[in-house]
């Protein structure tokens, strides 16, 4: 079975420009999700789907974070602009589903390591 | 937001140890997972807990969900060199239909062969 593929694995910009990460979940995993893990912490959720609708982006840097995930797939999540902070691995994850049926198992892909300069 | 304390922030033991990593909440959780990861790799499902003083193993681990649902603790035994990674624990809580993951800060793991 195929994993989280995310893209790219590694990317370098300068402040205030922009940048765009993609996620493809596991097939059938209805939840996907963006956390941001910088280094020497734990992953930090930013934003939740379920399908193609938002459960929560209640951490979601909304001013400068933007993400979607059409059709209930794949998804992309855009940084513009571009700050020194930003600098950190995202990860997509996804799982079969909200409710009691979410075990809390998440698989995680291997992460967009970002450096913003 | 809900706050997860993990400690030690950080070990470095010799192959055969024991190891003991542990979690505190401010907050109840349904649910407590503990997850390794690799360098340069996502974080990966060790053991998943969901009842109040389970106690579950996954051949060398062992961890526990607390009697007051705040706590978790996580146990290696007989370490080796494969062990070595960040540790992280993260807690579940239902909210409608919202069911969030809050991670732990990690604990970096050391095995000197």
């Known amino acids: 079975e195929a994993g989280v593929a995310q893209s790219p694995r590694y990317k370098i910009i300068e402040k205030r420009q922009s940048v765009a990460f993609w996620c493809n979940p596991i097939s059938g995993h209805a939840t996907l999700y963006w956390y941001q893990q910088i280094l020497g912490q734990g992953p930090k959720l930013l934003i939740q789907?379920?399908?193609?609708?938002?459960?929560?982006d209640s951490q979601l840097p909304k001013d400068r974070f933007s993400a979607e995930r059409l059709k209930g797939v794949d998804s992309t999540l855009k940084i513009q602009p571009a700050k020194l902070e930003d600098s950190a691995v995202y990860l997509c994850?996804?799982?079969?589903?909200?409710?009691?049926?979410?075990?809390?198992?998440?698989?995680f892909g291997e992460g967009s390591r970002l450096t913003v300069l | 937001g809900q706050q997860l304390n993990q400690s030690p922030q950080s070990m470095f033991i010799q192959e055969g140890e024991d190891v003991s990593m542990n979690c505190t909440s401010s907050?109840?959780?349904?649910?407590w997972l503990w997850y390794k990861q690799d360098p340069g790799e996502g974080p990966v499902l060790l053991i998943a807990?969901?009842?109040?003083?389970e106690l579950t193993s996954n051949g060398r681990l062992t961890a526990q969900f607390g009697i007051t649902r705040k706590d978790s603790f996580l146990n290696i035994s007989a370490s080796i060199p494969s062990d070595v990674g960040i540790y992280f624990c993260a807690g579940q809580t239902p909210g409608g239909s919202n069911y969030k993951l809050t991670f732990g800060k990690g604990t970096l793991l050391t095995v000197n062969p």
């Open positions: 807990l969901y009842k109040a003083g």
């Open positions: 994850a996804s799982s079969l589903g909200l409710g009691p049926a979410n075990t809390g198992e998440l698989f």
């Open positions: 907050s109840i959780f349904n649910t």
């Open positions: 789907f379920q399908n193609n609708g938002v459960v929560d």
